[in-house]
């Protein structure tokens, strides 16, 4: 199943009551694995959880920890990128030449790299001593 795919299907498990907006995302290790991860909302705004956050949980929860690719899909006019919370939360998972691909369920894609997704994302190295 390719990434696409996975997204696609997982998003359709989305818990989005309040805003109806679903949104799936796919993640790809350097070892193949594949991860998965829908919204799910709460009453309790801004209690839920974004999609790509989901997936990166189920990642971690499986003992991986690198993103090699990430495919993320809403039905949308226009693909939409993850939220700033979630591009860091990629970022400190990732290089900056992951490519994260954005779509629409028309099939509408764009693809950027992580370091144009997050320009100057906060980094260990910020946390060094001089």
Not at 4 to 21: D, I, K
Not at 68 to 95: H, M, N, W
Request: a negative charge; charged letters at 20%; proline letters at 6%.
């Amino acid at each position: 199943m390719s990434l696409e795919e996975a997204a696609r299907s997982v998003r359709e498990n989305a818990y989005a009551p309040y805003s109806h907006f679903k949104v799936g995302a796919a993640l790809r290790t350097p070892s193949g694995q594949v991860f998965l991860g829908c919204n799910v909302e709460n009453v309790a705004y801004p209690e839920g959880t974004c999609a790509e956050a989901g997936a990166i949980a189920a990642m971690i929860a499986a003992g991986e920890s690198q993103i090699a690719e990430v495919y993320v899909i809403a039905d949308s006019p226009e693909p939409v990128s993850p939220c700033g919370g979630c591009r860091q939360k990629l970022a400190e998972f990732s290089t900056g030449d992951m490519p994260v691909t954005m779509a629409t369920l028309d099939g509408a894609e764009t693809t950027v790299n992580m370091r144009d997704l997050l320009p100057g994302a906060f980094a260990t190295s910020h946390m060094k001593a001089s």
